[in-house]
């Protein structure tokens, strides 16, 4: 151990006498004390609580079964879902949702909301809202389209649920971005917002931390991950390694108070995600702690 501890302070003191760079927040120097180096290379402290739920978005696990995607949770430290109907059909008996529910509870996690569900008609909204009843849950991710949200809105205060609009970027023409939900809800029942997907806000040319920021108080959900561009050709990857500042992010989080889910949707290598969601999440829990 001394003598690893030797090799890392003769390492740093020698790229210190290379580059000004600073180095852990401060600049080192060639004749640095050994004290100095030590205090240098001392984790930060972290913060006293950190605050957000973090979570799995259910299409991020599209094409592996229930089973496999609660044993993922289990070992992430992950205790929330956000349900997609290919693991629990808008169809399920209360038999069939009662058992989604106890398998759920083995893994101690919980499914806190319903969707993404499309909604093109009437009656797929009221599909929609009962099968949220049933399934127990007070919150729904939809995809609506416009001419129908007057109708949700009449179901939101009916139902007393939270419907949140989860945006789709350059990729469809409804809801593209965090700005375009907002001005089609600001008017609306206040529980009607949006699930802010980060990635797909970037993609549509826009700053998912200045929107959090304008339009906090109707972002009821968050869909977190990275992309690789600002643009329609940018594309889903591990967190950290993308264009979204998310030191930037978890501080502005805080800065509004943000108390919903924080739900990983990870879309590279949907086939053999575990490597990357394992990442990301890793990443994203460690800037929590420490911006």
């Known amino acids: 151990m001394s003598d ?5 302070k003769k390492s740093i003191a020698g790229l210190a006498m290379l580059s000004a760079t600073p ?6 120097t060639a004749g640095v004390k050994a004290a100095e180096v030590d205090q240098a290379i001392k984790p930060k402290k972290a913060k006293a609580a950190n605050p957000f739920q973090l979570g799995m978005a259910g299409f991020t696990c599209v094409n592996f079964d229930l089973e496999t995607t609660l044993k993922t949770l289990k070992r992430l430290d992950i205790h929330y879902l956000c349900i997609k109907d290919f693991h629990l059909p808008l169809n399920a008996t209360d038999g069939e949702i009662k058992a989604f529910h106890e398998k759920c509870a083995s893994y101690d996690v919980t499914g806190y909301a319903v969707g993404p569900i499309y909604m093109k008609t009437e009656e797929e909204v009221n599909r929609g809202f009962e099968y949220a009843k049933r399934v127990g849950v007070k919150l729904i991710v939809g995809v609506p389209n416009y001419e129908l949200l007057p109708y949700v809105d009449t179901k939101v205060k009916a139902y ?23 001005e089609n809800t600001k008017n609306l029942d206040p529980r009607m917002g949006m699930c802010l997907d980060i990635g797909h806000d970037l993609r549509n040319g826009c700053d998912p931390v200045a929107d959090l920021k304008k339009y906090h108080t109707r972002v009821f959900d968050m869909h977190i991950k990275d992309v690789t ?5 940018g594309h889903g990857i591990e967190i950290g390694r993308g264009k979204i500042d998310f030191p930037a992010l978890v501080k502005m989080m805080r800065k509004v108070n943000y108390t919903g889910k924080c739900s990983l949707e990870y879309e590279k290598d949907m086939k053999d995600p575990f490597l990357g969601i394992a990442e990301s999440i890793g990443y994203f829990k460690a800037i929590s702690d420490y911006v």
């Open 160 to 182: 007393d649920f939270h419907y949140a609009i989860h945006l789709h970027g350059p990729d469809i023409k409804t809801f593209p971005d965090a700005k375009d939900a907002w």
């Open 23 to 28: 180095l852990v927040g401060e600049q080192l």
């Open 4 to 8: 690893r501890r030797s090799f890392l």
């Open 229 to 233: 561009d600002s643009t329609k050709a």
